[in-house]
């Protein structure tokens, strides 16, 4: 943002870049949901500090020049004929619902991420509705994902070859197999950040802490706990109210206790 230093005109015309290629995938029905992350770190003594990672100008062009990347190389797989793990996600029709909604965030996103189908990998191409792209793979992050590290494997090679290196059966095997660890490492990653986020929570039971949260409701159903999402952090945690409150409705809760083993906070609704 600053006008004299060296990268500001570069950046700039990368961030237009990015915004002009946000708005195409928005025209083609993209679902963008801004939800924040939480971002916790832990010292050597066990103290823990806890923000939220909004999505940021910088945060843009990357994720927008990613998603350019792989659906460019979605492409090229399918006008060459290369066998390719895609990405695909089926469309709903959720935009027009849930945007004409007068509802705070956290309820407008929780109703927009319920909508949405799961997406899944296939070797048959079919359009990535959630992303606005006709064809998707994922190929930009091999430090995290082996698919990843294969597919660049696989066009590498017949950029260099003029053959795949892998047949599709072995594509498609891989992705198999990878579409279960990577859900299993997701929840892994879910739990470790309720624990530690739970554990950040509990310096507010002190005697001279406030523990008091602002939450919104989310769900509130007959024979069952409601559902809420605390205001101040991407978190969302069950507890008893009435049935008069409705989805959408703040409310205060104090925090009681914190149980570590069910990876819970002990919530009461602090009426009035």
Same mark, same amino acid.
């Given at each position: 943002?600053?006008?004299?230093?060296?990268?500001?005109?570069?950046?700039?015309?990368?961030?237009?870049?990015?915004?002009?290629?946000?708005?195409?995938?928005?025209?083609?029905?993209?679902?963008?949901?801004?939800?924040?992350?939480?971002?916790?770190?832990?010292?050597?003594?066990?103290?823990?500090?806890?923000?939220?990672?909004?999505?940021?100008?910088?945060?843009?062009?990357?994720?927008?020049?990613?998603?350019?990347?792989?659906?460019?190389?979605?492409?090229?797989?399918?006008?060459?004929?290369?066998?390719?793990?895609?990405?695909?996600?089926?469309?709903?029709?959720?935009?027009?619902?849930?945007?004409?909604?007068?509802?705070?965030?956290?309820?407008?996103?929780?109703?927009?991420?319920?909508?949405?189908?799961?997406?899944?990998?296939?070797?048959?191409?079919?359009?990535?509705?959630?992303?606005?792209?006709?064809?998707?793979?994922?190929?930009?992050?091999?430090?995290?994902?082996?698919?990843?590290?294969?597919?660049?494997?696989?066009?590498?090679?017949?950029?260099?070859?003029? /053959?795949? #290196?892998?047949?599709?059966?072995?594509?498609?095997?891989? %992705?198999?197999?990878? !579409?279960?660890?990577? *859900?299993? &490492? =997701?929840?892994?990653?879910?739990?470790?950040?309720?624990?530690?986020?739970?554990?950040?929570?509990? /310096?507010? #039971?002190?005697?001279?802490?406030?523990?008091?949260?602002? %939450?919104?409701?989310? !769900?509130?159903?007959? *024979?069952? &706990? =409601?559902?809420?999402?605390?205001?101040?952090?991407?978190?969302?945690?069950?507890?008893?109210?009435?049935?008069?409150?409705?989805?959408?409705?703040?409310?205060?809760?104090?925090?009681?206790?914190?149980?570590?083993?069910? *990876?819970?906070?002990?919530?009461?609704?602090?009426?009035?």
């Amino acid at each position: 943002e600053e006008v004299d230093d060296e990268w500001h005109k570069a950046l700039s015309r990368l961030g237009g870049v990015a915004f002009g290629l946000r708005r195409k995938r928005e025209a083609a029905g993209a679902v963008l949901i801004d939800r924040g992350e939480l971002a916790i770190e832990v010292d050597g003594f066990g103290g823990v500090e806890v923000s939220v990672r909004r999505f940021t100008p910088s945060s843009e062009i990357v994720a927008e020049l990613m998603i350019l990347c792989n659906s460019l190389l979605a492409e090229f797989c399918l006008k060459e004929k290369i066998p390719a793990a895609y990405r695909c996600q089926s469309s709903v029709d959720i935009v027009g619902m849930v945007n004409q909604m007068d509802v705070p965030a956290q309820l407008r996103r929780y109703l927009m991420m319920r909508q949405l189908l799961p997406a899944y990998l296939d070797c048959v191409p079919a359009p990535h509705a959630g992303l606005g792209v006709p064809a998707y793979i994922q190929a930009t992050s091999p430090l995290r994902r082996y698919p990843d590290l294969m597919m660049q494997r696989q066009i590498s090679h017949y950029i260099g070859a003029g /053959k795949a #290196l892998y047949a599709e059966e072995e594509i498609a095997s891989v %992705a198999q197999r990878a !579409e279960v660890q990577l *859900r299993e &490492l =997701a929840g892994i990653e879910e739990q470790r950040k309720r624990y530690w986020f739970l554990k950040y929570l509990e /310096k507010s #039971l002190a005697p001279d802490q406030d523990n008091r949260f602002t %939450a919104v409701v989310l !769900e509130n159903e007959p *024979r069952r &706990l =409601a559902l809420l999402e605390l205001v101040e952090y991407p978190f969302r945690l069950r507890a008893e109210l009435a049935r008069s409150y409705e989805p959408g409705e703040a409310v205060t809760l104090r925090l009681c206790g914190v149980d570590q083993w069910c *990876r819970v906070g002990q919530w009461v609704h602090m009426a009035g």
